[in-house]
């Protein structure tokens, strides 16, 4: 059972424009909410991450945007380009195991 | 500092038999996480090693086992391979606070 549920799959788009992932959780015991960057063949990297009582992050063209109450978080990148395409994961971890629980993934694609 | 070292890279085993992956985290980080990558299950977190002592435990059957070395160093077993184990093995070294996981760039692993 997937407890963070992330969308979209997959997602195209051209350069210069902005990538968005959602991903929405249920479980209130989590704590940490990483997202994590994969190219093929590579393990994932950790790219930004946000606590629960930050409502936004910002690093270069990446942003979080973290709704506690909605229990909702989502990746932003701005000005996409070719180079950000790759396999993005949210994750949550809990609180009492540190456990990372991953989103499915959102395969991104980047146009030129 | 030399990243997460993960080894062997590729390995192709028979249904039955077993196998031994090795994972040395970075340089002063002590706990180690394992996590199975496959594209129907995505990212699903096997276990944790802090200081020779498994910590956590995902829901896996008992034919996964794992191990920490006093150096840090970490093994996992899967033993009666099964087709379904095919995947890509991940491992992950956790910093100090456990605020952060760096991940390898894993083993795939083929069943056939």
Redesign the interface.
């Known amino acids: 059972q ?1 407890q963070v549920k992330q969308s979209p799959q997959s997602l195209i788009v051209q350069k210069g424009g902005i990538s968005i992932i959602n991903c929405a959780y249920e479980n209130t015991a989590f704590d ?1 909410f ?1 997202w ?1 960057q994969q190219f093929p ?6 790219l930004i ?1 946000i606590r629960p009582d930050v409502s936004e992050k910002k690093e270069g063209r990446f942003t979080i945007s973290f709704n506690k109450s909605a229990k909702q978080f989502s990746l932003h990148i701005m000005d996409s380009q070719p180079g950000d395409s790759a396999t993005y ?1 949210c ?1 949550a971890r809990g609180s009492n ?9 959102t395969t991104v694609t980047v146009r030129a | 500092k030399a990243g997460v070292t993960q080894t062997p890279r590729y390995l192709i085993k028979t249904r039955g038999q077993q196998v031994t992956l090795s994972c040395s985290p970075i340089s002063g980080h002590r706990s180690v996480s394992w996590y199975q990558q496959t594209p129907g299950q995505g990212l699903q977190f096997l276990f944790e090693y802090f200081s020779e002592t498994q910590r956590n435990k995902g829901n896996f059957p008992g034919r996964f086992s794992g191990r920490q070395f006093s150096n840090s160093r970490s093994e996992m077993n899967v033993s009666t391979l099964e087709l379904g184990d095919s995947a890509l093995y991940l491992c992950a070294s956790i910093n100090t606070g456990r605020t952060e996981a760096f991940f390898g760039q894993g083993t795939r692993l083929t069943v056939v």
């Open positions: 997937q940490y990483p994590y063949g590579k393990g994932p990297a950790l991450a994961f994750a195991d540190y456990k990372l629980s991953f989103g499915a993934g």
